[in-house]
């Protein structure tokens, strides 16, 4: 008896403060633009990334729907594609180059966790991956090698690193491996 109120009150504790999103992989919505992403976890669609301002092609300014995750990602600073700000219901995620203009390596932090997420190859912008020493692991990269519109994950970062922070870096190759036209 005691073993079924275990299992319940575990049951009700995990539906109550919510598990963090393990994203799988993520593409984009049409094949020949760059402005629409849809995110994954397995084969279940949870949401999307787009670009605000599509019609006049503005890569400042994107927002964000997935699952219970709404908000915002743009450029902390006019025309600074150093510095970007993700605001994501409550929680405000700062995204920087770790050097001015080397888009290869940025730090991601809310506050209280860092991370760095870094690219195998300075010039293409294909994998993408975080390995830190207490938080765990994450790898972002292409299907393909040259082409950009689909993309697997494998998450293996621990639960205190915030569903925010992993948005955060996905967006950060979604708009650095993507063609701007």
Known sequence: ??????????????????????FSSFNTYYDDSFAEWEIYSEEEQLGTIEMKWKLKNDWSEWQVAIGDYYGTIKM????NPNHWEVRIN????????????DYSE??????????????????VYEEWSVDHKQHGFMDIFTNWEGDPRDWNINDGLEETIGTEIKIAMIFIAILHSSPKF
């Open 76 to 79: 902390k600073w006019d025309n």
């Open 1 to 22: 008896m005691r073993l079924i109120y275990f299992f319940f009150i575990n049951f009700c504790l995990n539906v109550s403060l919510g598990a963090q999103e393990v």
């Open 106 to 123: 940025w730090r991601v932090s809310d506050g209280s966790n860092k991370l760095r997420l870094t690219s195998k190859y300075k010039n």
């Open 90 to 101: 409550n929680e405000i995620i700062d995204v920087k180059t770790v050097y001015p203009r």
